[in-house]
């Protein structure tokens, strides 16, 4: 059997590759002090692409030994 391979955006980074991980560190009231980190996308191991492979329907000859027929 044969495969069909395809890619598609990464639906975790949209893309880029990487995350930006933000965290409050401290909060009063309206007044807040956060921190943000870049982290690589473990779903696509930053590529932002992902890619798959899907069976391809083969079409049916004559010659084959299919039960169903």
């Given at each position: 059997?044969?495969?069909?391979?395809?890619?598609?955006?990464c639906p975790v980074?949209?893309?880029?590759?990487?995350?930006?991980?933000?965290?409050n560190i401290f909060?009063?009231?309206?007044?807040?002090?956060?921190?943000?980190?870049?982290?690589?996308?473990?779903?696509?191991?930053?590529?932002?692409?992902?890619?798959?492979?899907?069976?391809?329907?083969?079409?049916?000859?004559?010659?084959?030994?299919?039960?169903?027929?």
């Amino acid at each position: 059997m044969t495969y069909a391979k395809h890619s598609a955006i990464c639906p975790v980074c949209k893309g880029n590759g990487y995350l930006i991980k933000k965290q409050n560190i401290f909060s009063v009231w309206n007044w807040t002090w956060k921190y943000s980190k870049t982290v690589d996308c473990k779903m696509c191991h930053n590529q932002g692409e992902i890619e798959y492979e899907e069976p391809k329907i083969v079409p049916f000859s004559g010659s084959s030994s299919c039960p169903h027929n």
